[in-house]
């Protein structure tokens, strides 16, 4: 039965929007119209001549806000995985409100399309395989995504058991064409000493590997 203290509009037309043909434009009998996905829109089973209360009509728009918001956020994790402080700031610059990008971030999490161990991981594994980094500069790199200082930490030490810092520090050395043994002049030790710790390496780390192949 109708409260007829409540405001109706009757749906007049329904359209497929031309330049999205998986959207609806539903309009009433007074001119006004919204737009929704057809996942709203058969959800919600909306028929022309339908007759729609305005706390209905709020309702098919606060669901169609919330299916943008879920669309956009899985948008942006399908170009590479992301951190959830990371994702969390680009919904919020698109204007979403604070409340559903929570619940979001939340619902993602428990479905594991968000997983910041994982994201870190694979971020950092990126940033040591591709640039060959050191610690110093991995944290440098992860700052951003506001990831707890213990997840961090672990996977510094994950990442630099896999890629082990002298390694890297050889590799370097190698690239730049310096060999075991070698008297540098100073001018010439100075700017290895700093590119290595450009990269990111400690001088702890820089001077133990520059002893072990007697570089001086």
Known sequence: MKNEC?????????????????RK????????????????????SVHVGDELSIDKIEELTYSEQKQKLRNYALKLLSYRMRSRAELKQRL???????????????????????????????FSRDKVKNKGIGPLALKSELFPFKLNAEMVENTVAK???EYPIDSLLESHIKKRKIKKNTHLL??????????????????????RLMQKHNIS
């Open 6 to 22: 409540t405001e109706y509009r009757t749906v007049r037309e329904i359209k497929t929007q031309a330049r999205n043909p998986n």
């Open 25 to 44: 434009t539903v309009i009433f009998d007074d001119g006004s119209f919204i737009g929704i996905s057809e996942k709203i829109f058969f959800s919600n």
């Open 92 to 122: 919020l610059q698109k204007d979403f409100p604070d409340v559903d990008v929570e619940q979001l971030l939340s619902d993602f999490e428990r479905k594991n399309y968000l997983n910041d161990a994982e994201f870190a991981f694979a």
């Open 159 to 161: 990442i630099y058991s």
């Open 186 to 207: 100073g001018s010439e030790k100075n700017r290895l000493l700093q590119f290595l710790y450009r990269k990111g390496f400690s001088w702890d780390d820089i001077s």
